[in-house]
């Protein structure tokens, strides 16, 4: 699959879809071909891949027929595409597949296999707590993870940096150590009330 391929499959679709031919929302890719083709060239068969809304690209470099694809498409399902058979999944959730790939991962990781997981989110995602919570988990459980941030500099039409600022990722975060004196909870002593 090459940078035209690619092109073509969505212009294809952008004409099914003014054809009146897809009755649900697509959501088409252009101008990110030649640094996803870089990413899929580490990819593995057997990696697992985690994508969003606007998964078309993710599918086909990730092997999924074209054909497949395509009809997945026209009956309405073009953002979710999931496909077992090539460990693929998707959401029209923002972020909602990251807690299943973590998943994944930790499976992968239990039973010692050698595949990997890839988590693809756009750069208002990235902004979000559940890609902060799922980054640090999996790098402090050490699981077979890749995370990769879609900046086109946009959430839907709002550009992310108006609503994150120009200091966008980074934060005052303080920490402190100290040495608890009472338990978890109550206060250390079982207590019968009659």
């Not at 200091?167 to 005052?172: L, N, T, Y």
Request: hydrophobic share 40%; with cysteine; aromatic share 10%.
């Amino acid at each position: 699959m090459n940078k035209q391929d690619l092109i073509q499959f969505e212009e294809e679709i952008k004409q099914l879809f003014l054809d009146a031919k897809i009755r649900a929302p697509v959501h088409l890719s252009r101008g990110n071909e030649a640094p996803l083709i870089e990413i899929f060239k580490q990819i593995g068969k057997e990696d697992w891949v985690f994508s969003t809304h606007r998964n078309h690209y993710h599918a086909l470099l990730h092997g999924i027929d074209r054909n497949w694809l395509r009809n997945e498409i026209l009956a309405g399902r073009s953002m979710h595409i999931n496909n077992k058979e090539h460990r693929f999944m998707s959401s029209s959730l923002v972020g909602g597949c990251l807690p299943i790939a973590l998943g994944v991962a930790m499976a992968i990781k239990r039973k010692r296999l050698k595949s990997h997981v890839w988590v693809f989110v756009g750069d208002m995602a990235a902004e979000t707590g559940t890609v902060h919570e799922c980054t640090k988990y999996a790098a402090r459980h050490d699981l077979p993870t890749t995370f990769v941030i879609e900046d086109n500099g946009l959430s839907t039409n709002t550009p992310t940096q108006e609503t994150w600022g120009k200091s966008r990722g980074k934060s005052d975060i303080r920490y402190y150590r100290y040495r608890r004196v009472w338990p978890h909870i109550n206060v250390g002593k079982w207590v019968i009330f009659k």
